[in-house]
């Protein structure tokens, strides 16, 4: 499988909930970043945690990051319909030095209003 | 500011005849610059990265090849396309040494 898998695929919610958002990795890495896609469009920075971190807030985002799990967890608090989208999580590769991110599979999260 | 502009948006192509797909970066120099695809519903696959002017390095043996002619230009290009060429292409690009990357809209390619 590949380096960084979102769980679940897909979450639907309804507006004002939190959304939680899962990302497991296989390597040793640098850091850990988090990406937001629209339909049919590019992707967007969101959220970037160094491997030494274990959480890290932006508005109302909030990662943490268990490097001995090699896992990442993104929350999303009091959700909006305009949250609406896929999210990934994106690792470099800490094994090797190659610092070209590696993509997972995503989560598409819908928050109904 | 920096920015990054990817054409065509969308584009439909024949099986066997050629591709070329264009990314360019403005507002910065010696950029490492990135092709991936998208399947429908999935995660991106990293095709072709570059740290530098006619520097690529090929992540996946496929019909594809890029090329990197000017320092804030990355070309993918096809002699021949395949029906499973088809996918959602970004190019992107990061500031050397950097970390994160900032993408393009993307081409959406159907290969008929």
């Known amino acids: 499988s590949q380096q960084g898998e979102e769980d679940p695929q897909a979450l639907s919610i309804q507006e004002g909930e939190n959304a939680t958002m899962n990302c497991s990795y296989k390597?040793?890495?640098?850091?850990l970043q988090w990406y937001r896609q629209n339909s049919g469009r590019g992707l967007v920075h969101l959220i970037l945690?160094?491997?030494?971190?274990r959480e890290k807030h932006s508005g109302r985002l909030r990662v943490t990051l268990d490097t001995s799990k090699k896992s990442s967890s993104l929350l999303i608090t009091a959700s909006r319909a305009a949250d609406t989208a896929s999210y990934f999580c994106a690792t470099d590769n800490g094994d090797t030095g190659r610092r070209a991110l590696t993509f997972g599979s995503g989560t598409r999260l819908q928050v109904q209003p | 500011s920096q920015t990054i502009h990817q054409w065509p948006a969308t584009l439909v192509q024949p099986v066997g005849s050629p591709l070329s797909l264009e990314c360019t970066v403005e507002?910065?120099?010696?950029?490492?610059l990135y092709w991936y695809r998208q399947a429908a519903g999935r995660g991106l696959q990293l095709l072709f990265y570059?740290?530098?002017?006619?520097?690529i390095s090929s992540e996946v043996p496929q019909n594809l090849s890029a090329s990197r002619p000017q320092d804030r230009q990355f070309i993918l290009s096809s002699k021949k396309l395949l029906l499973s060429d088809s996918g959602f292409y970004l190019c992107?690009?990061?500031?050397?040494?950097?970390?994160?990357?900032?993408f393009g809209q993307g081409t959406r390619l159907t290969v008929v």
């Open positions: 507002g910065t120099s010696n950029p490492n």
């Open positions: 945690i160094r491997s030494n971190e």
């Open positions: 570059s740290v530098g002017i006619g520097q």
């Open positions: 992107a690009w990061s500031k050397t040494g950097g970390t994160e990357a900032f």
């Open positions: 390597t040793s890495i640098n850091n």
